[in-house]
């Protein structure tokens, strides 16, 4: 039998039973994107913004790491979430869930807690020694399995009292998956970069928080937010106005093989 929800003030989703929920377009507050131009509400104020040009968005996003107080519209966090969700995935499973973050007390204790994670649950490394005895060939796999420590200096900074894993921003839309699968990260990872150009291309700014992941992804960091027990935190991206621009971050020039 067909049905019809509301999933937001703007977004309705119809189920019908061949498909499964469909958002309809009709009505969706982002469902003029593809139009000429795109109505956008940022920091409470409507504008009518040209769409970016595709390549120059991609260009033009930066990880931003500097963020005013300004809250962000929940009309555009909903528009977010729905570019995120029209990213590709494998055998369409779509398996990302959204959680929405915003009082400022518990992203600061998530950040607080989230550092102390990192900085507890950093690997010991075995003295070198041991590595060269693992690095004999019937113990080699041993080596796969050592833990990957992060770069020093990203200890130094989790280390520092007043580093905020999410800079202040004003929000944190953490991306999971509703259960294990082959392809999960691959799956949530496109829909938070889709997420991040859409903000970009909304004026918004955006980055991908890592170092918060693994505090999220246990049970006490998936209790803090609601998200059940089953799911796997993949991405935890933060969302706000820019302060300053971030600079360009240069590119590695790839490697490339043509086989002809
Ligand atoms: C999986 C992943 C994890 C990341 N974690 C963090 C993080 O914890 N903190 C941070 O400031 N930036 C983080 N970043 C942002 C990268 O540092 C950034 O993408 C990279 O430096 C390139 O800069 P750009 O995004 O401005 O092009 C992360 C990016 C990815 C893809």
Known sequence: MDATR???????????????????????????????????????????????????????????????????????????????????????????????????????????????????????????????????PDLAHMLNVRPTALPAHLYETLGKPDFHVFYHAPVLIVISAIERGPWIAEDCALAAENLMLAAHGMGLGSCWIG?????????????????PDSHVVVAPIIVGVPGTVAPAVPRKAPEVRWID
């Not at 170092?211 to 998200?227: R, S």
Request: with cysteine; charged share 20%; aromatic share 6%.
């Open 211 to 227: 170092l918060a992941q693994a505090w999220l992804d246990t049970p006490n960091g998936k209790e803090t937010l609601g998200i």
């Open 6 to 136: 509301v999933l937001s003030g703007k977004l309705l989703w119809r189920h019908e039973k061949q498909f499964g929920w469909t958002a309809i377009e009709e009505i969706s507050s982002c469902g003029k994107v593809q139009a000429e131009s795109v109505s956008i509400s940022v920091v409470g104020h409507q504008t009518r913004a040209p769409i970016m040009e595709l390549m120059e968005a991609i260009l033009g996003r930066r990880s931003v790491r500097d963020y005013r107080t300004d809250p962000v519209p929940q009309e555009t966090i909903i528009c977010l979430i729905d570019a995120a969700i029209h990213a590709p995935s494998a055998i369409n499973q779509q398996p990302w869930s959204f959680s929405v973050v915003r009082g400022q007390p518990l992203l600061d204790q998530i950040s607080h807690d989230a550092k102390a994670h990192m900085l507890n649950v950093r690997p010991t490394a075995l003295p070198a020694h041991l590595y060269e005895t693992l690095g004999k």
